[in-house]
Structures are given as structure tokens and as C-alpha cells.
């Protein structure tokens, strides 16, 4: 029987990382060229376009998709007659292909993992370690998976118990009404059920590899229990009008894919994890005839839309020279076609704020978003942050009477109202204050401590 051996895991780990940095799966561009084409929505329209062109842009040039290039995730379903030479464990054997292919010098992939992930958040410098997963199975090959996982869509990962005649559909749709478009979409809805909680989430992790076959299910019509649910929960989702990159239209996802295992009788584990635009994995078995081969997709499955089209509504701008005057004249609603260097700060940036604070460095400002749903920052947050700093503060917040309690009492230098809701957003992404005076009418009312809308802009502010 042929040998399975370390190297040809290594390599072949290595080069799917690789692949799928700049390889959207045929099937997902197939879709997404779907949706483009029946979105009426100008602005969910040109995301998608954009997302299109750039896939392709990518796929020509083979660069990533995406600057997150993701936390490497890789399930093995490990044959038990497989016959391998492996020395080292499989998670050294699984993190050297992932260091190999994250740190290839034709295209260097971001290194997004931290290795002390409650205190000094140190990046381990090659993404490593893998997010390994092993299942054995009968056989006699290895059969692998591996996907890049952004951190925005991640994070909205979600995970319930229901009672067991709980409606699975209705807690998703809650579920994804309330992560609005932090997860970058139109993607991918990966949902496991039964089982308990790591199950549940595993199953959702491993659903979203799965090929992606809505439209025709939907012309074919549910075969069964689980054919039917997808389908409502996908026509249901759609139907919140979130859209590409939250700005409207008839797609928010392209495809709700689900995965069921046995559970206890008291019990109805559901776990949710959605997949981004950069949706990005590969499939690939060893039978010890050597590393795995991967096939470029067709560049007829993209659609032909030519740049200066997707970007024809745009705003060029050279960030580089980037002046006051410059920044001053956009206006609420436009898009911005950017060029030039970029840098992205979350940890670090972060990190760097409170260094600066330690030792005595003056801030501009600092703005804080106390959102309803409490999902990044409290209201003890809020309180501390006022007590501790000298610099101005700008308090976002929603229009609830809730939250102008709570600047009342902080006493922020400056507040903007923000939208949360999904009614709230208009298709040009603002707080639309047309129609609901009423609703907003003691925040407008003038005085010391309310709120002064300048409704040209639509950035209602606080005053002291």
C-alpha cells in the first residue's frame, strides 16, 4: 500500500492555503454572479460588482482576496488503514504546511493569529498554530479540508440551546438581523443542530465547505425536513433587506447550508457561523501517490464586468495626498475608490492608544459607541472613560431614550446619533431624520444637554 507521507501533507497544506488566498471556489463566483445579476439595488449592485471584479483582479494576478487572510482552519478525516510515515504529531505536521504557506515569498500572507489570546496578544509571526480538527474514518486515505477564516465574520459566530420545540428558523433570522452587516455579506450561512455545543458549532464550521446548490434547490423545490428549512431561513434572511455590505437589496446570503447530528431528548443545540464575501476553502485527498494538484477555476465563470464600470459611481482618492479640503468634501452616501498606502489598526492600534495614555501622550479625542446590544463596550465603560481621560470625548449613540439618559449623565463633549436597526439605515448607509421627528423631537428640543441636529448632514450633536 502506497505511503502517505509528511512531506506531501506539508506541501499539499502549504499550496491550498495558497490557492485559496486568491481562488474564490467556482461555485461561490457562480452565485455571486447570480445574485448580481437579478440585484435592482444600485448600490448593493455595485459591492457586488466590485467584489466580482476584484475576485478577478485577484484570481490574474494571484493576490489575496482579502487583507484578513484569515486563521488557518484545516479538518482531516484521517482513514484508518492509511499507512503514513509521520514522526511528528499531526498538529506540527498541519502548522509547518500552514508556516509554509502563509510565508511563501511570491505572496506573503497576513500572520493574524495572537499565541496568548487573554493577555499579551503576541502575533505568532506565521499564523500558526492551525485550527485543527480530526475525524477517523474507514478507509485508507486522508482526506482534508482547509478554509481561511476572517476575524469579522468569525466574530459573529453564534450559539443557542433551544427548547426542543423551539423554531431553529426563527432564532437565525433574530440571530442575523442583529449582526446587521459586521460580517461582510453576501456569503454563506453554515448552521449545525443536535449534538451539544462543540458539535453543534463543528458541524456549522464544517457546513459552510459544503457546495453551494440554493438555486437549485429552489427550482426543484425541498426534498426534505432540512431541504425546507434552508430554504425559509434563506428566503427569510433576504428578506431583512440587509444586502451586500449592509446597503440593501434581495441578497444577503447566497446560500444557507446545514448539518444534524443526534442529541439529547431535553436538548436543541443550534450553532451559526456565517462565511464573508472572502469565503475561501479547498478540498484535497491523499492516497500516498503524492502531494495534492490544484486546478485553477475557468475565467469564464466571471462575469464581464470591466472595472470602470463596477467603479464608475467612485470617488478616486490618492490617500497619500490626502488634504483637509479633500476630506471636508465628501458627503454622506458616496463611494470612495482608494488607493495608496493603507494600514490596518485593531490590537495594535489599540495597544498603541493605551501606551500613549500610560505615558503621559496627549490624544485628539476619543470616540466611543455604546451600542444597545452592549456588544463591544458597557456602560461602566463609558462611565470609566470619562473619569480617566482629559481629552474630548465623542459618545455615538442610537436615538433611544436610553442612551441620551446615558450621555445626560456622562456629559460627553459631543455625541452623534448612529443608526442600529436596520430600519433605521438608509440605502446611503445614514441615520434618515426625515419622518421621525416625532420620535426624535426631545433630542432636538435646544438647551444645555440636548442634542442639536444639522440635518444637511445628518450628524446630530450633543452640546455641553
Given amino acids: 500500500m502506497p505511503i502517505?507521507?509528511?512531506?506531501?501533507?506539508?506541501?499539499?497544506?502549504?499550496?491550498?492555503?495558497?490557492?485559496?488566498?486568491?481562488?474564490?471556489?467556482?461555485?461561490?463566483?457562480?452565485?455571486?454572479?447570480?445574485?448580481?445579476?437579478?440585484?435592482?439595488?444600485?448600490?448593493?449592485?455595485?459591492?457586488?460588482?466590485?467584489?466580482?471584479?476584484?475576485?478577478?483582479?485577484?484570481?490574474?494576478?494571484?493576490?489575496?482576496i482579502c487583507q484578513d487572510t484569515g486563521s488557518a482552519n484545516i479538518h482531516i478525516k484521517y482513514g484508518m488503514q492509511a499507512q503514513t510515515n509521520f514522526k511528528r504529531s499531526l498538529q506540527e505536521i498541519c502548522d509547518e504546511g500552514t508556516r509554509q504557506g502563509y510565508l511563501r515569498d511570491e505572496n506573503p500572507l497576513r500572520a493574524s493569529v495572537v499565541v496568548d489570546p487573554f493577555d499579551s496578544r503576541k502575533n505568532s509571526g506565521d499564523n500558526t498554530p492551525c485550527m485543527l480538527t480530526v475525524e477517523m474514518v474507514a478507509g485508507d486515505t486522508i482526506e482534508v479540508e482547509v478554509a481561511a477564516k476572517g476575524g469579522g465574520s468569525e466574530n459573529k459566530s453564534k450559539f443557542t440551546t433551544l427548547n426542543p420545540s423551539g423554531s431553529v428558523a426563527d432564532w437565525v433570522v433574530q440571530s442575523v438581523e442583529s449582526m446587521g452587516a459586521g460580517w461582510c455579506p453576501p456569503g454563506i450561512l453554515g448552521i449545525g443542530i443536535g449534538g451539544n455545543a462543540d458539535k453543534a458549532m463543528a458541524l456549522a464550521k464544517q457546513a459552510l465547505s459544503e457546495p453551494l446548490d440554493m438555486a437549485d434547490l429552489i427550482r426543484r423545490g425541498p426534498s426534505n425536513r432540512t431541504e425546507e428549512l434552508r430554504v425559509e431561513i434563506a428566503e427569510r434572511v433576504n428578506a431583512l433587506g440587509i444586502g451586500a455590505q449592509g446597503l440593501g437589496g434581495i441578497t444577503t446570503v447566497?446560500?444557507?447550508?446545514?448539518?444534524?447530528?443526534?442529541?439529547?431528548?431535553?436538548?436543541?443545540?443550534?450553532?451559526?457561523?456565517?462565511?464573508?464575501?472572502?469565503?475561501?476553502?479547498?478540498?484535497?485527498?491523499?492516497?500516498?501517490?503524492?502531494?495534492?494538484?490544484?486546478?485553477?477555476?475557468?475565467?469564464?465563470?466571471?462575469?464581464?464586468?470591466?472595472?470602470?464600470?463596477?467603479?464608475?459611481?467612485?470617488?478616486?482618492?490618492?490617500?497619500?495626498?490626502?488634504?483637509?479640503?479633500?476630506?471636508?468634501?465628501?458627503?454622506?452616501?458616496?463611494?470612495?475608490?482608494?488607493?495608496?498606502?493603507?494600514?490596518?489598526?485593531?490590537?495594535?492600534?489599540?495597544?498603541?492608544?493605551?501606551?500613549?495614555?500610560?505615558?503621559?501622550?496627549?490624544?485628539?479625542?476619543?470616540?466611543?459607541?455604546?451600542?444597545?446590544?452592549?456588544?463591544?463596550?458597557?456602560?461602566?465603560?463609558?462611565?470609566?472613560?470619562?473619569?480617566?481621560?482629559?481629552?474630548?470625548?465623542?459618545?455615538?449613540?442610537?436615538?433611544?431614550?436610553?442612551?441620551?439618559?446615558?450621555?445626560?449623565?456622562?456629559?460627553?463633549?459631543?455625541?452623534?446619533?448612529?443608526?442600529?436597526?436596520?430600519?433605521?439605515?438608509?440605502?446611503?448607509?445614514?441615520?434618515?431624520?426625515?419622518?421621525?421627528?416625532?420620535?426624535?423631537?426631545?433630542?432636538?428640543?435646544?438647551?444645555?444637554?440636548?442634542?442639536?441636529?444639522?440635518?444637511?448632514?445628518?450628524?446630530?450633536?450633543?452640546?455641553?
Avoid at 454572479?33 to 437579478?38: G, N
Avoid at 467584489?51 to 494571484?62: T, W
Avoid at 497619500?320 to 463611494?335: A, H, I, M, W, Y
Avoid at 456629559?411 to 440605502?427: L, M, Q, Y
Fill in 4 to 64: 502517505i507521507t509528511e512531506d506531501d501533507l506539508i506541501q499539499s497544506i502549504a499550496d491550498a492555503f495558497q490557492f485559496i488566498s486568491y481562488f474564490h471556489p467556482p461555485d461561490f463566483i457562480r452565485a455571486m454572479s447570480a445574485a448580481w445579476e437579478k440585484e435592482e439595488n444600485p448600490s448593493a449592485k455595485q459591492a457586488m460588482s466590485q467584489i466580482l471584479v476584484n475576485s478577478r483582479m485577484c484570481a490574474i494576478g494571484r493576490r489575496p
Fill in 254 to 464: 447566497l446560500d444557507v447550508k446545514i448539518k444534524s447530528f443526534p442529541t439529547h431528548a431535553a436538548s436543541l443545540p443550534v450553532g451559526m457561523i456565517p462565511n464573508c464575501a472572502a469565503t475561501r476553502h479547498a478540498h484535497f485527498t491523499l492516497d500516498g501517490s503524492g502531494a495534492a494538484e490544484f486546478i485553477p477555476p475557468d475565467l469564464k465563470d466571471w462575469p464581464e464586468i470591466l472595472l470602470d464600470q463596477a467603479s464608475a459611481h467612485a470617488i478616486k482618492v490618492d490617500v497619500d495626498n490626502l488634504t483637509d479640503e479633500v476630506l471636508q468634501s465628501f458627503e454622506p452616501g458616496q463611494t470612495l475608490l482608494l488607493s495608496g498606502t493603507i494600514y490596518t489598526g485593531r490590537d495594535a492600534a489599540h495597544k498603541r492608544m493605551i501606551d500613549m495614555l500610560d505615558r503621559g501622550e496627549e490624544l485628539d479625542g476619543i470616540t466611543a459607541h455604546l451600542r444597545e446590544d452592549r456588544r463591544h463596550i458597557r456602560d461602566e465603560d463609558i462611565a470609566a472613560i470619562r473619569k480617566a481621560i482629559d481629552v474630548p470625548l465623542n459618545f455615538e449613540m442610537a436615538a433611544t431614550s436610553e442612551m441620551v439618559a446615558i450621555a445626560l449623565k456622562t456629559k460627553p463633549n459631543a455625541a452623534c446619533i448612529v443608526p442600529e436597526r436596520r430600519t433605521e439605515v438608509t440605502t446611503e448607509g445614514g441615520l434618515s431624520v426625515v419622518g421621525q421627528e416625532d420620535r426624535l423631537a426631545d433630542m432636538l428640543a435646544p438647551g444645555p444637554g440636548s442634542i442639536a441636529a444639522r440635518s444637511s448632514e445628518m450628524q446630530p450633536l450633543m452640546t455641553d
